[in-house]
C-alpha cells in the first residue's frame, strides 16, 4: 500500500488541549495569499513531511514544505476545465510518483507527475456528471484512495456508490461499482451519500455512509 499514514500509536496517547497552526490564518481568516486557505477540504501528508491541501475555493492544490508557513508550490491556474486548472478540488492522493486530484465541479481526476510538469484525465470526462447507470462518469464526489496496484477508488456520492477505476484507467474507461447499488437505503448493500474512504492493507474498504450515520 502507499503511504497512507498509518502509524503505531499508545492506546493511552494524549494531545494537546491547544492545537498549532502550520497552513493558514491562526485567528480563521480566509484568503487567497500563498499563506492563506480558503474552505480546504482533502489533505495528504508524504512520508517527508510535505503537506498537501485541496484548496478548494481558491481553486488549487497547495503544497507546503516542512517547516514552511507558506506554499512552496500551487497546482492549479484558476478555475476553469483545461489540464493546468481546476474547479474546486476537494481531495487528492499522494504516492511515489503521482498527485491525484478529486476536480470536483469538473467531475474528474486528474493525474499529475511529481514534477508537476504532466498531466492527465484518469477518470471521468471533463465538466459531465454522471448518473446511476454511468460507469465512466460519477457525480458529486469528495473523496478518493489510490491502492499500491494504482486502482483508482471514488467515493461518488451523488450517486450513492463507490467505484473502482482500473490503473490503466484513462478519460472514458468505466469503473466497477464496488459498494452500494446507486439507490439510497439503510440495508447492509446500500448507501446513502457516500463520504470518506479508505483501503487498508488487507483491502478492506472503509466508507463514511454520510446520511446513514456509520461506517
Not at 504516492?95 to 476536480?103: A, C, E, K, N, V
Not at 486528474?110 to 504532466?118: D, H, I, L, R, S
Not at 465538466?127 to 462518469?137: M, Q
Amino acid at each position: 500500500m502507499y503511504c497512507v499514514g498509518q502509524l503505531s500509536i499508545s492506546p493511552s496517547a494524549q494531545w494537546s488541549v491547544n492545537a498549532t497552526t502550520v497552513v493558514g490564518s491562526p485567528i480563521g481568516t480566509p484568503g487567497s495569499a500563498s499563506s492563506l486557505l480558503i474552505s480546504n477540504g482533502g489533505i495528504y501528508i508524504a512520508d517527508n513531511g510535505t503537506i498537501y491541501i485541496s484548496d478548494s475555493v481558491n481553486n488549487r492544490i497547495v503544497i507546503v514544505s516542512p517547516n514552511w508557513a507558506t506554499a512552496s508550490a500551487i497546482i492549479g491556474s484558476g478555475p476553469g476545465n483545461s489540464l493546468t486548472q481546476l474547479n474546486y478540488p476537494t481531495d487528492l492522493f499522494v504516492t511515489s510518483f503521482d498527485i491525484y486530484l478529486l476536480d470536483s465541479y469538473n467531475y474528474r481526476v486528474v493525474e499529475y507527475n511529481n514534477n508537476e510538469t504532466n498531466s492527465s484525465i484518469v477518470a471521468g470526462p471533463t465538466g459531465v456528471s454522471g448518473g446511476t447507470t454511468d460507469f465512466n462518469k460519477f457525480g458529486i464526489s469528495y473523496q478518493i484512495f489510490v491502492v499500491v496496484s494504482g486502482n483508482l477508488y471514488v467515493s461518488d456520492q451523488g450517486n450513492h456508490r463507490v467505484l473502482r477505476f482500473p490503473s490503466s484507467s484513462s478519460n472514458g474507461t468505466n469503473a466497477s461499482i464496488v459498494a452500494g447499488t446507486s439507490t439510497t437505503g439503510d440495508g447492509s448493500n446500500v448507501l446513502f451519500c457516500p463520504y470518506g474512504i479508505f483501503v487498508d492493507n488487507a483491502l478492506t474498504l472503509y466508507i463514511a455512509d454520510m446520511y446513514n450515520h456509520r461506517i
